[in-house]
């Protein structure tokens, strides 16, 4: 396999990334893509029942088997849920990190999301796929071919903006009603979450609302289940949408299309 062809999603919590981007990497690899899942945090708040130490192990292993369904690798950076920092000691970790995956396409939160873990893991990321490829930037080995690489935003929660309360218009729609069994078996290996919900709910409202919000986003592009992406269009990072050429959607062409 190319060595170009490493996707490294980059989110605050163990489940995160199987919520907003699993159908899109399920499709990813399908194409050969290597997956790494990271989270900033680890879930050590994710608990009524089990304390920090005890629930973080569980959820590593939980992250651990979701990624492994992609044949993915999960890596976490070790920081607490709700302290989630943008400071020089977790750029350096994060730097780090995408030194040893050397990413080709980034995926991570959007700028504003309804909680801090998020919008500072945004900063995270967008700190080092930046700044990795810069020799001095780590001390660890710097591939070749590393570069600045894609990068994409996947939706804030329920997919609108917390200030303004407007819904977040895409950049780019994947279409994820074929691989919707694949990223609901990815999400449902997070049993810790889906059963606290389910006690708490009386019903499975960890995959229910993970499916309403792909539903909500296929009506955009006339497909069943869709993921919404806004690519980081900023100096030095590619330019030229990635996902909707591999992946074959993008948001209001494709709509139009399908309706003449
Ligand atoms: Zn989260």
């Given at each position: 396999?190319?060595?170009?062809?490493?996707?490294?999603v980059?989110?605050?919590?163990?489940?995160?990334?199987?919520?907003?981007?699993g159908?899109?990497?399920?499709r990813?690899?399908?194409?050969?893509?290597?997956i790494?899942?990271?989270?900033?945090?680890?879930?050590?708040?994710?608990?009524?029942?089990?304390?920090?130490?005890?629930?973080a192990?569980?959820?590593?292993?939980?992250?651990?088997?979701?990624?492994?369904?992609?044949?993915?690798?999960?890596?976490?950076?070790?920081?607490?849920?709700?302290?989630?920092?943008?400071?020089?000691?977790?750029?350096?970790?994060?730097i780090?990190?995408?030194?040893?995956?050397?990413?080709?396409?980034v995926?991570?939160?959007?700028r504003?999301?309804?909680?801090?873990?998020?919008?500072?893991?945004?900063?995270?990321?967008?700190?080092a796929?930046?700044?990795?490829?810069?020799?001095?930037?780590?001390?660890l080995?710097?591939?070749q071919s590393?570069t600045?690489?894609?990068?994409?935003?996947?939706?804030p929660?329920?997919g609108?903006?917390p200030?303004?309360?407007?819904?977040?218009?895409?950049?780019?729609?994947?279409?994820?009603?074929?691989?919707?069994p694949?990223?609901?078996?990815?999400?449902?290996?997070?049993?810790?979450?889906?059963?606290?919900?389910?006690?708490?709910?009386?019903m499975?409202e960890?995959i229910?609302a993970?499916q309403?919000?792909c539903?909500m986003?296929g009506?955009v592009?006339?497909?069943?289940?869709?993921?919404a992406f806004?690519?980081?269009?900023?100096?030095?990072?590619?330019?030229?949408?990635?996902?909707?050429?591999?992946?074959?959607?993008?948001?209001l062409?494709?709509?139009?299309?399908v309706?003449?």
């Open positions: 396999m190319s060595d170009t062809n490493v996707v490294l980059l989110m605050a919590h163990p489940d995160d990334a199987e919520i907003l981007c159908g899109t990497l399920v990813l690899a399908v194409l050969g893509w290597q790494h899942i990271a989270t900033a945090a680890n879930g050590d708040c994710g608990s009524v029942e089990l304390g920090r130490d005890e629930i192990k569980v959820r590593h292993l939980e992250a651990m088997e979701a990624a492994a369904k992609v044949g993915g690798i999960y890596h976490c950076l070790g920081l607490s849920d709700v302290q989630v920092a943008y400071s020089p000691e977790n750029i350096c970790k994060t780090d990190l995408f030194r040893q995956v050397n990413p080709t396409l995926i991570t939160h959007p504003y999301d309804y909680m801090l873990d998020h919008e500072q893991t945004h900063l995270l990321a967008r700190a796929s930046f700044a990795f490829a810069i020799p001095n930037a780590s001390l080995p710097l591939a590393a600045v690489p894609y990068l994409y935003y996947a939706d929660l329920e609108h903006d200030y303004t309360g407007q819904m977040v218009e895409p950049t780019t729609l994947i279409d994820i009603s074929d691989v919707m694949a990223k609901t078996e990815m999400l449902a290996c997070h049993a810790s979450q889906r059963e606290w919900l389910r006690k708490h709910h009386g499975d960890y229910l993970m309403r919000h539903a986003r009506q592009c006339n497909s069943d289940f869709a993921e806004v690519q980081h269009h900023g100096h030095a990072y590619p330019q030229d949408d990635l996902l909707g050429r591999l992946l074959g959607t993008s948001n062409t494709t709509r139009e299309t309706n003449d």
